[in-house]
Nanobody
Framework: VQLQASGGGSVQAGASLRISCVGSGDAMRNYIMGWFRQGPGKERQFIATISRGGGSTNYVDFVKGRFTISRDNAKNTVYLQMDRLEPEDTAVYYC??????????????????WGQGTLVTVSS
């Protein structure tokens, strides 16, 4: 599968943004999907993951209650709804996929297919 992330942009602190990741070349329903991000001068980090059917999700602690991962397998799309954005959320956000990743995995090594990233900038 090939992944294309979109929907990033520049927003003020407190705003909401939804980014999307569209898959092509294969059915995304076969894949565990994840979102990761890399902020300025930082290493890439796990944000959220969702199971193949969407019934199970896992989040890094600092986005719990603010971010929501979801998927629409009919549209081959995964979303990340981000609410109450903070300047610290400024980063390039990447979607990732793998057929064989463990459900709930936070380990980016388990995700072998990556999109190109979409930039989210949050100003104070």
């Amino acid at each position: 599968v090939q992944l294309q992330a979109s929907g990033g942009g520049s927003v003020q602190a407190g705003a909401s943004l939804r980014i999307s990741c569209v898959g092509s070349g294969d059915a995304m329903r076969n894949y565990i999907m994840g979102w990761f991000r890399q902020g300025p001068g930082k290493e890439r980090q796990f944000i959220a993951t969702i199971s193949r059917g969407g019934g199970s999700t896992n989040y890094v602690d600092f986005v719990k209650g603010r971010f929501t991962i979801s998927r629409d397998n009919a549209k081959n799309t995964v979303y990340l709804q981000m609410d109450r954005l903070e300047p610290e959320d400024t980063a390039v956000y990447y979607c990732a996929a793998d057929r064989f990743a463990r459900t709930g995995s936070t380990n980016q090594v388990e995700y072998r297919t990556w999109g190109q990233g979409t930039l989210v900038t949050v100003s104070s």
